[in-house]
């Protein structure tokens, strides 16, 4: 079974609203990492939390880690119609393996 | 920046041709992974590479097999192509050791289809 879970699958919001995803995992980790994916492209790293790490920044991204309740969310401020796009949560613990979730399908309208 | 590169953006093939996808990076990676990529399901890994010549089987490989005789090529085989591998297939290079902490570098996938 994956590891990661993304709560909601789609979300749909005004452009500079906010936007929130839930990622939840079953097992001990030693990072998550929040990927985005255009449609019809790769997987794009947006930011990468440690597992002794509670809450990361990068730009309008914001990401926090809760080991304790096995869950981690990404905001992203003032979202734009450009932020339209797939958001994946993966897991990476101890080997080679990261472990993807199913996505989050964000819409933001202009 | 990192780039990975594969072959073919789409690719048509007919059932039983053995397919070759190719996928190359240009950053003296470690790691180099193929995942397939289907509605619903999120990446599922089918193998995976962390120095050339060597290869693990991910959590599909049934169906196929991959080669890596040099450091910057990773390349998937579909032994006997069949309908049910119609799918995105992504790969990816990551540098560093087990358990480290860097990031999947993507190539923007390959879009199969088999009639």
């Known amino acids: 079974s994956q590891q990661g879970e993304e709560d909601p699958q789609a979300l749909s919001i005004q452009e500079g609203e906010n936007a929130t995803m839930n990622c939840s995992y079953k097992?001990?980790?030693?990072?998550l990492q929040w990927y985005r994916q255009n449609s019809g492209r790769g997987l794009v790293h947006l930011i990468l939390?440690?597992?002794?790490?509670r809450e990361k920044h990068s730009g309008r991204l914001r990401v926090t880690l809760d080991t304790s309740k096995k869950s981690s969310s990404l905001l992203i401020t003032a979202s734009r119609a450009a932020d339209t796009a797939s958001y994946f949560c993966?897991?990476?613990?101890?080997?080679?393996?990261?472990?993807f979730g199913a996505g989050t399908r964000l819409f933001v309208k202009a | 920046d990192v780039k990975v590169t594969q072959s073919s953006r789409y690719l048509v093939k007919r059932t039983g041709e053995k397919v070759f996808l190719e996928c190359v990076q240009d950053m003296d990676h470690e790691n180099m992974f193929w995942y397939r990529q289907d509605p619903g399901l999120g990446l599922r890994l089918i193998y995976f590479s962390y120095d050339v010549k060597m290869k693990e089987k991910g959590d599909i490989p049934e169906g196929y097999s991959v080669s890596r005789e040099k450091k910057e090529r990773f390349s998937l085989i579909l032994e006997s192509a069949s309908t049910n591998q119609t799918s995105m297939y992504l790969c990816?290079?990551?540098?560093?050791?087990?358990?480290?902490?860097?990031?999947?570098?993507f190539g923007d996938g390959t879009r199969l289809s088999i009639l």
């Open positions: 990816a290079s990551q540098p560093g050791r087990a358990g480290g902490h860097q990031p999947q570098h």
């Open positions: 939390i440690r597992s002794n790490e």
């Open positions: 993966a897991t990476r613990a101890g080997g080679f393996k990261t472990i």
């Open positions: 097992t001990s980790i030693n990072n």
